[in-house]
């Protein structure tokens, strides 16, 4: 795909990922939409980025919301990348220290955060990329999702963001294939561990020596250019579709995570 003059929505658009997407994809000659529920980290990625870059406060589990976002970056030009990198909450291991199971709800908030409102972006996204004329390649756009590798190898404490995840990289092939007779693919990136505010209260050094030692190579924590840089290639590259790429050093977790 030709990134120039496409619009791109990127849902978390003012988190770690989604803003590092956001400077990539404009760089490369796209308008971006940056969509994210935090006014002040979206406001200063669109500021930073100028002409060209919108941001739209919006909360991904709420569908009007969304809508309100796609309609804004429909307004852009022609809609053909969709980015979904927005975060959520993590969940609590099953039985807690005295054997008490864990709340049900914090296992259906994770879900209803991370999959179905991922779900929730890609219908919708979808059907507005639809409305894109084709290259002439018969391509209209790509949608890319965000799972981790928590959705193979989910460590202690998981079970949810791991069933969240493992469903996003489930359903990226039938989601490429119920899309492909438009010209849409879906791709899916499983990341390892990515510095990014995700680690709101941790210091950057010690959490890159931490995760890093558990890191085949190269042995530090992946940076959020490096998770735009795949998504700028998902975009340009026709030929990936409808699969997951794990972007993790080659790590992968133990029980524990990296120890
Ligand atoms: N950082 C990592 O190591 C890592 C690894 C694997 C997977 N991931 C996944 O990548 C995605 C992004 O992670 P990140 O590290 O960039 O996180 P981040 O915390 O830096 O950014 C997430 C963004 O999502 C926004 N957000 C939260 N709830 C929202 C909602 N309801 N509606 C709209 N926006 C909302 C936040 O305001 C924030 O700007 C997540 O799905 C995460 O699970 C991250």
């Known amino acids: 795909m030709d990134i120039q003059g496409a619009v791109a929505l990127i849902a978390g658009g003012g988190g770690g990922f989604g803003a590092a997407s956001a400077r990539r994809l404009h760089a490369a000659g796209a308008k971006v939409l940056i969509s994210d529920l935090d006014e002040a980290k979206g406001t200063a990625i669109a500021d930073e980025l100028g002409d060209g870059a919108v941001f739209v406060r919006t909360d991904v589990t709420d569908e009007e919301s969304i809508q309100a976002a796609i309609d804004a970056a429909l307004e852009l030009g022609p809609l053909r990348i969709g980015v979904v990198a927005h975060g959520g909450p993590g969940g609590p291991r099953t039985l807690d220290r005295d054997n008490q199971?864990?709340?049900?709800?914090?296992?259906?908030?994770?879900?209803?955060?991370?999959?179905?409102?991922?779900?929730?972006?890609?219908?919708?996204?979808?059907?507005?990329?639809?409305?894109?004329?084709?290259a002439e390649s018969g391509e209209r756009g790509v949608i890319v999702n965000t799972a981790s590798i928590a959705a193979y190898d989910g460590t202690i404490g998981q079970t949810a963001y791991a069933a969240a995840k493992g469903g996003i990289v489930s359903m990226t092939l039938p989601l490429a294939r119920?899309?492909?007779?438009?010209?849409?693919?879906?791709?899916?990136?499983?990341?390892?561990?990515?510095?990014?505010?995700?680690?709101?209260?941790?210091?950057?050094?010690?959490?890159?020596?931490?995760?890093?030692?558990?890191?085949?190579?190269?042995k530090r924590m992946g940076r959020a250019e490096e998770y735009a840089q795949l998504v700028q290639q998902v975009a340009e590259n026709v030929y990936l579709n409808g699969e997951t790429i794990r972007l993790d050093g080659g790590l992968r977790f133990t029980p524990k995570g990296a120890k």
Do not use: C, H, K, M
Not at 110 to 133: K, M
Not at 203 to 217: I, S, T
């Open 101 to 134: 199971p864990a709340p049900q709800a914090s296992f259906d908030r994770v879900i209803a955060i991370f999959l179905q409102a991922t779900y929730n972006l890609d219908r919708l996204l979808a059907a507005a990329i639809a409305r894109s004329e084709p």
């Open 178 to 218: 119920d899309l492909a007779p438009l010209g849409i693919r879906a791709v899916t990136i499983a990341p390892g561990t990515f510095l990014t505010p995700a680690y709101r209260d941790a210091d950057p050094e010690q959490l890159d020596a931490y995760w890093g030692a558990a890191v085949p190579f190269p």
